[in-house]
């Protein structure tokens, strides 16, 4: 199943999106991306690259966030492993084949979040290449 996915990095749920990337800035982590709102996520976000490596720091913009559920639990912290794949369809479908339910979708179809929490508490996210 997951033999085709490339791993892209993390989803990571925040109180303070403007906070958190400015400390990782001042340590250093200076490739971040311009903030994106997407409204079907509920959520403002913005990446920051380490090497091959996507930090996603997203903070709730509403209350049916796909990190609400997280935050509200737990506090800051990692919230879904991230893949990118070629057919964000076929693996939909290949995933819900195996009993995994899709949470959300993005607003541009074109990332997904998949119920995996059960082991582990973290989300799996796919992103069409």
Do not use: C, H
């Amino acid at each position: 199943l997951v033999s085709d996915w490339s791993f892209k990095g993390v989803g990571i749920g925040v109180q303070d999106l403007d906070s958190t990337i400015d400390y990782y800035a001042s340590i250093g982590f200076r490739e971040t991306s311009d903030e994106v709102v997407d409204s079907a996520l509920g959520v403002r976000s913005r990446l920051v690259k380490v090497g091959p490596l996507d930090f996603n720091f997203s903070e709730s913009a509403s209350e049916t966030s796909i990190y609400s559920d997280s935050l509200a639990k737990r506090g800051d912290g990692v919230n879904d492993l991230s893949f990118s794949v070629a057919s964000l369809l076929k693996e939909r479908g290949k995933l819900e084949s195996k009993g995994v339910e899709l949470v959300m979708e993005s607003q541009d179809g074109r990332s997904a979040f998949f119920d995996t929490r059960s082991e582990g508490n973290i989300m799996i996210r796919l992103d069409q290449r």
